[in-house]
């Protein structure tokens, strides 16, 4: 079983930048896919970034690309987010999720078995 933990979420301000990480427990880490979602109040949870289990294929939510970068330390069992340029609307519960029946990056949560516990980002306009 793998468990995820996130961390790094704050207020900052619009303009500012925010890593988040996500830690692992569990052998499997290295082979899995692993992504952040997103949940702003009131809204349904929202595919935000993806990274294959070697890091070779990334996949970003249209309103995030450019200005958000996945990355994956599979020595250390950490996916981190490193988001820039924050705007208001960035404003989100983000949660960490692990596929472990993936090779390739989804966007659907349906195919993720592990979530963390998610960490509140906000964005003062």
């Known amino acids: 079983q793998t468990q995820l933990v996130e961390s790094g979420g704050g207020l900052v301000q619009a303009g500012d930048s925010l890593r988040l990480s996500c830690a692992a427990s569990?052998?499997?880490?290295?082979?899995?896919?692993m992504g952040w979602f997103r949940q702003a109040p009131g809204k349904e949870r929202e595919f935000v970034a993806g990274?294959?289990?070697?890091?070779?294929?990334?996949y970003y939510a249209d309103s995030v690309k450019g200005r958000f970068t996945i990355s994956r330390d599979n020595t250390k069992n950490t996916v981190y987010l490193q988001m820039n340029s924050l705007k208001h609307e960035d404003t989100a519960v983000y949660y960490c999720?692990?596929?472990?029946?993936?090779?390739?990056?989804?966007?659907?949560?349906?195919?993720?078995?592990?979530w963390g516990q998610g960490t509140q980002v906000t964005v003062s306009s």
């Open positions: 999720a692990g596929a472990s029946r993936l090779w390739y990056v989804s966007t659907s949560e349906n195919e993720y078995d592990y």
């Open positions: 569990g052998r499997t880490f290295s082979s899995i896919t």
């Open positions: 990274i294959s289990w070697s890091a070779a294929g990334t």
